[in-house]
């Protein structure tokens, strides 16, 4: 398979792409800058190109089967924050427009529901330091929900997504978010790149949020 991965370099994209190599898939890593990709991505190819120019990205990923997505905004960066659902929008073209009809991309666990119709982000014990990033990943989410013609898949992860080894002991599940037995919503980068490369093979859940968590 053939996958271009944006936001490559970041910390959860870099276990994505070591993800992807292992499994023996053809990678293109999409970069802001010509830095040298780090050594996790070697066999990798990379392709500098600014991901809000849509006729730029659509040849960035014209021949690949398959547009994945690592972006994500820090906290303290409110114009990246301000750019989660046109980015969205521009994968959405660029697929269009180069052929492609599989986009995964990473989500933020407050669009997931913790009950009927109510979502993780509008609980009032959601923190309110992570309350702008989780509003911009709910925007891109009503983005891709009004896309018919591709078959998208907003893979949201856990509550809590740390750096970790692989425990390999996580479900995935549709809409909701999922913990375990004593409420702990978690999930290490490593478990979330292996349930994310996962869905790129198998496309197990097409124009639909999932996440990933810890039984």
Do not use: C
């Amino acid at each position: 398979m053939k996958i271009a991965l944006v936001g490559a370099t970041g910390k959860i994209g870099q276990e994505i792409g070591k993800e992807i190599l292992q499994h023996q898939h053809s990678l293109t890593a999409l970069t802001r800058s010509n830095k040298a990709l780090p050594a996790a991505l070697a066999g990798a190819q990379q392709k500098v190109v600014d991901i809000l120019d849509v006729a730029a990205l659509t040849e960035a990923v014209r021949g690949h089967d398959v547009i994945a997505s690592a972006f994500g905004p820090a906290m303290d960066n409110p114009a990246a924050i301000g750019q989660v659902a046109d980015v969205a929008r521009a994968l959405i073209a660029a697929a269009r427009a180069a052929g492609i009809k599989r986009v995964v991309v990473i989500g933020g666990a407050g669009s997931l529901e913790v009950a009927p119709g109510v979502q993780l982000v509008d609980i009032p014990e959601f923190p309110a330091i992570y309350k702008p990033v989780a509003l911009a990943h709910r925007e891109a989410f009503n983005v891709f929900r009004s896309v018919t013609d591709l078959d998208w898949t907003f893979f949201s992860p856990a509550a809590m997504i740390s750096p970790g080894e692989k425990k390999g002991n996580y479900r995935v599940g549709e809409g909701k978010l999922l913990a375990d037995a004593a409420g702990n919503s978690a999930i290490s980068y490593g478990d979330y790149a292996e349930a994310f490369v996962a869905e790129l093979e198998q496309g197990a859940h097409r124009k639909a949020i999932i996440t990933v968590a810890y039984n």
